[in-house]
């Protein structure tokens, strides 16, 4: 009995492993039978797509780029303090001398009296290469709040009282009547200019430094745009054409009109084309034109008052190339921070390279400007 059982014992394991052995077989001879894999071979370089570089900003020996103007200029002239020359514009003071060359103009209402006569604040960064800047003028408390945004020095001769409080300010230097006497037929008022050797002679006899000082920002007043790649407001859908500018100054009349071949903004007043006596008698011309509604306070009877340089959301127009667009712009409380521009979409405006032109209008004539 137990020989039989040891024997069907033994049968039994042998069919197993026999059955085991049977279906690793049949998996193998599947896996034989199986298609080979098709392996492709790659003839062509494949293309790999990367970030595009960056441009690389163009260096000139010697140069560097203009914090004013974004033009290449001596880097001798990097750490020099612009200076701000207050610029009479009544029709008795013309012709002007050396106004072309500013970098920078702001035009500006001077009095509510006289249909509102406007003033020029001329800023200059290589004043030295200058032959003659004037006739020089009064200079009013707006100017010493806007003058601090480029620590620029003003060059003046007075002003009412109402400036005593912004003199004072660490923040603001000037010169004040030091500057050279020109006999040229008028009355006295009407003939002082900043001529050779007069800054150097109004730093020598003072502790105004005239490289920047503690109180310059040393950040980029204004986003300027590659010379490559101008600015071009067609990209705007709210863009609208702009060669004609007739501002609402009543006494003098500005006109800012575009001249397609140099594109640039050229400036006329009191009826006829503009002329600079110290520059060949060439035009003011601008290749950005900044215009701001601006609020203002009336002192007294006389006709002095005060723009609201600092505000917030106050509506303008940024103008170039024939084109304009509507801009809100916004200086803070430091009288040392920059007046910032933004589009409709809230971001900071992009100005081309080359010499600016900005005017304060006063609010309540605003509705009088021309852009056409």
Known sequence: ??????????????????????????KEEE????????????????????????????????MYRSELTNEWIDEALKDIRPIAVMVDNEKTALPHYGTSKADIVYEMTNSTLNDGITRLMCLYKDYDSMDQIGS???????????????????????????????????YVDHFSGTF????????????????????????????????YTSYYKNEPHFNFASETEPQDLSSYSSAQSATHIALPFKHNKSVLDYDEATQKYVYGEYGSSYVDAGNGN?????????????RYVKFDDNGYMMFYA????????YITKGKAIKITWTKPEDDCAATRYYDESGNEITINTGKTYIALIPDDAYSGLTVE
């Open 136 to 170: 020089v003028r009064s200079v009013r408390p707006t100017n010493l709040v806007i003058a601090p945004e480029w620590n620029a020095i003003v060059c003046h001769d007075g002003g009412p009282f109402y400036i005593d409080d912004y003199l004072a300010n660490d």
């Open 282 to 294: 060439a035009s003011m011309a601008f290749d950005n034109v900044i215009l701001q509604n601006a």
């Open 180 to 211: 050279s006497r020109v006999d040229n037929g008028k009355s006295r008022e009407y003939t002082e200019y900043v001529l050779p050797g007069d800054m150097d002679k109004n730093f020598s006899g003072s502790s105004v430094s005239k490289t």
């Open 31 to 62: 896996k034989s039978s199986a298609p080979a894999p098709t392996i492709q071979v790659v003839t062509e370089t494949p293309t790999i797509t990367t970030e595009p570089e960056a441009p690389v900003e163009e260096s000139r020996e010697g």
């Open 1 to 26: 009995m137990k020989k039989r059982n040891l024997l069907l014992i033994l049968t039994l394991t042998a069919a197993v492993a026999f059955a085991g052995c049977g279906k690793d077989k049949d």
């Open 310 to 317: 600092k505000d917030s959301g106050r509506e303008g127009y």
